[in-house]
């Protein structure tokens, strides 16, 4: 059985006349680019292939457990749940120039193991598949659709590494740009990774117009293998070398992810070697406040003075630099926060569940 968004095997499955090829284009508008229910966007089908959908589509792979609204700044968190069980985040960001952002997963859990992460102290990765990867775009866009809203970008930047998910991460961007599914602007899209050399190098060769940013958050090469044990197999010299080989431009800079922890990545000297190891590279350095964390109890935030004084710097020497605040504080909007304790317990009951019992 062919995957929903998998278009050329459902034209050959349900029959390539024109009639049943423009009804299936305007279920896929309704459902997909305009966030109707499933249910709602099958009145565009005939009868009989309506029939054959229903009983062959599984419309959301994913359940939806909880939304949280928060009462700060529009953010919403919205928590599912895999058939395994097991939890995932979405968010969503409304801006003040009307502009909405989805902040997605690709992975339960994350190998990467970042120290100042909930998600990467969860113990566990395991891979979305593309169907669920997309079904958070899917059911943010009909909650959004009471809101006369819609996605307009979408941030791989939730639980999970994408680039150890690669191929369903390929999969799900395929989808989302084509014209016939999610008709998303590849510019529209961005992919955060902590510094897989050939795999960032590898989804620029097949989707150079995707935004690509790098979560690099110390230039100091101890530093940040303390605070990312996955750096050490990425020395920062090799980093460097894959960023000078990617297509960035004045147009298209690598974003550059950078925490800002007391005493650990603020000081004058940390900004000096994140200058030095940009040299040459079109980038753009977004400045992150740090979400504390349990079991990070050695690590602080830098204060506004030093996130302020630490942006100086950068942007005399040339880059463009913004500076985030934190969403949805009220709602534990960092990804994983809400839901760390949980999936260990559920990850723990599966180890030890016999397979026949699954």
Known sequence: MPHWYDVTAWNERLGNDSQTIHSLRRFRTRWLKQGWTFEASMSEVSAPVAEILK?????????????LDSNLDGATKLLFRTDEGLMIE?????????????????????AAACRFCATGQMGIARNLSASQILDQIVQ??????DEDRRV????????GEPLHNADNLHEAIAA?????LFDYAPQRLLVSTVGIPDEMLRLDQKFPSVNL???????????????????????????????????????RRIMIEYLMLEN????????????????????HINLIPYNSIDGADDLRGSNQA????????LRAAGYPVTIRYSLGADIAAACGQLIQRENRQIAKQLRTTPVANR
Do not use: Y
Not at 90 to 110: D, M, N, P, Y
């Open 55 to 67: 009983s062959e589509i599984t419309p959301h792979p994913l359940s939806l457990a909880e939304r």
């Open 90 to 110: 979405s968010v969503i960001l409304r801006a003040g120039t009307g502009r909405t952002s989805l902040c997605i997963s690709s992975q339960v859990g994350c």
């Open 140 to 145: 943010a866009n009909q909650l959004l659709q």
């Open 152 to 159: 307009r970008n979408i941030v791989f930047m939730g639980m």
């Open 176 to 180: 989302l740009t084509s014209p016939l």
């Open 213 to 251: 940013a790098l979560s690099l958050h110390s230039a100091d090469e101890i530093g940040r293998q303390d605070l990312i044990p996955l750096a050490k197999r990425v020395p920062l010299d090799r980093l460097r070398e894959t960023l000078l080989q990617l297509k960035l431009s004045d147009k």
């Open 264 to 283: 650990r990545t603020d000081r004058p000297e940390d900004a000096e070697k994140l200058i030095a190891f940009l040299e040459n590279i079109e980038a």
């Open 306 to 313: 030093v996130r302020d004084r630490f942006a100086i710097r």
